[in-house]
Nanobody, 119 residues
């Protein structure tokens, strides 16, 4: 199983930026970010792949978040700009065998990192 470790979360004010990192012990086909707020289901945020520059974003973050990767470091990033209180959640990176919005299609998960955005 590929090990994933997220970092970079924190507590910020609305309008601020954060960059999350996901360090991977190996490569899966796809890498995605999900988030989960208290009492809510896990929500797709963004995806990419190691083999190309394909990116897909949830409508709620389109234009504000950017997923990227550093292949030499086996690390995936989520740059989050113009943060809003509704972005508050635990953010997880995940690896899977195909592009998917469904968390059930991902077999490797990080431990999560908390992002809190105050108004």
């Amino acid at each position: 199983q590929v090990q994933l470790v997220e970092s970079g979360g924190g507590s910020v004010q609305a309008g601020d930026s954060l960059r999350l990192s996901c360090a991977a012990s190996g490569r899966t086909f796809s890498m995605s970010w999900f988030r989960q707020a208290p009492g809510k289901e896990r929500e797709f945020v963004a995806l990419t792949g190691w083999h190309d520059r394909t990116t897909v974003y949830a409508e709620s973050v389109e234009g504000r978040f950017t997923i990227s990767k550093d292949s030499a470091k086996n690390t995936v990033y989520l740059q989050m700009n113009s943060l809003k209180p509704e972005d508050t959640a635990v953010y997880y990176c995940a690896g899977g065998s195909r592009y998917s919005f469904n968390p059930r299609d991902y077999t490797s998960w990080g431990q999560g990192t908390q992002v809190s955005v105050s108004a």
